[in-house]
């Protein structure tokens, strides 16, 4: 549990409901006078604020005690020492509260006021619900407006996308559905979910860092009967840096990771019957990457030996996986073919 910061006094006092606010932050500083003022706009307020920051070195700490102080905001604050990515940061922000509910919020989300509201509400007009996703887009100044995210999507060679990212806002996707998976960046997680699905005790594996963590999660949610579900008048704004587009400009280590990480989920995941649906585009596109690898970005060949050096305790997580599922096969493999369903 990390230091309690700022007083639960303010001024117009708001109904609190279950909800434990989970961020990780990591050389935040520039985002913490935005995020903080969307906060203390939610209502309804979320009952627990729980801040994990990932060895920063500029001034976020420091900012966020002030911040919080100036808000009247009561923060759990836990700094850590070295670096654990959103996943291991994630883990250790909600392992601090105790809330029904948990709101993954980056420090770059800015929530509309009414955001977990029309979330929550969401979650009470359906059944075994693990995670709500609201309408996700790029910041008001970008012209003309874009989509950031508005649930999650699988593509037939493996690939995961936020459905409308990075298209014009034309109103598309103004439907309750449901979806694949959800995006850490700004989701409602249910804690019986997230208990239920754990990974050797971790709610976000570890393994995966900062990236397809949030992915891997929505594999371990629909394997075990959950739902994750899409509300689009729950609406936040979300200042992403990192997008497929920008790969040249990401450094060595997200790249590095991200090829890993690919793999990975698979070697989870991927069942006999999917890997006949879905191997002629996979193993294309496999090829592909391994060819860019060896040409142009050898930087990232050490994903593949992390995988043959790990290959017993991927095979002993595999095995554990799946034999804990509980959806037939086809329930999982036909989010390759479509990318959302009415709820």
């Not at 836990?78 to 392992?95: K, Q, Y």
């Not at 619900?129 to 989509?147: F, H, I, M, N, Y």
């Amino acid at each position: 549990p990390g230091r309690a910061l700022g007083a639960p006094f303010m001024s117009s006092p708001r109904r609190t409901v279950d909800v434990a606010v989970c961020t990780v932050t990591h050389d935040s500083a520039g985002e913490l006078g935005a995020w903080l003022e969307a906060l203390t706009r939610l209502d309804p307020a979320p009952r627990e604020i729980s801040v994990v920051d990932c060895a920063s070195r500029d001034a976020t700490v420091t900012g966020l005690r002030e911040g919080a102080e100036s808000k009247g905001l009561t923060i759990a604050l836990a700094p850590l020492s070295e670096n654990l990515g959103f996943a291991g940061g994630m883990n250790r922000a909600i392992a601090a509260t105790d809330s029904t509910w948990i709101l993954s919020l980056n420090p770059d989300a800015r929530p509309a006021p009414d955001f977990l509201a029309r979330l929550l509400a969401t979650t009470q007009a359906h059944d075994r619900v693990a995670a709500v996703t609201g309408r996700l887009v790029r910041p008001d100044s970008q012209e003309p407006p874009r989509l950031d995210a508005c649930g999650m999507r699988l593509t037939w060679s493996w690939r995961h996308f936020d459905r409308g990212s990075e298209e014009v806002d034309r109103g598309q996707f103004e439907h309750r559905e449901e979806v694949f998976g959800a995006t850490g960046a700004a989701s409602l997680f249910s804690r019986a979910a997230l208990e239920d699905c754990a990974l050797e005790g971790q709610f976000f594996d570890e393994w995966f860092h900062t990236c397809r963590e949030d992915a891997e999660l929505a594999f371990r949610f629909q394997e075990r009967g959950w739902r994750v579900l899409y509300e689009p008048t729950a609406r936040c704004e979300h200042r992403r840096t990192n997008v497929p587009r920008r790969r040249r400009q990401m450094g060595e280590r997200v790249n590095r990771d991200t090829l890993k990480h690919r793999y990975l989920l698979r070697a989870y995941h991927q069942t006999a019957g999917n890997f006949r649906l879905t191997s002629i585009p996979t193993l294309g596109r496999d090829l592909a990457i391994l060819l860019w690898v060896l040409l142009r970005e050898r930087s990232s060949l050490p994903a593949y030996r992390w995988l043959w050096q790990h290959r017993r305790e991927i095979a002993q997580r595999r095995a554990w996986l799946q034999a804990r599922r509980t959806a037939s096969p086809w329930s999982i493999d036909r989010w390759f073919l479509r990318t959302g369903r009415p709820a």
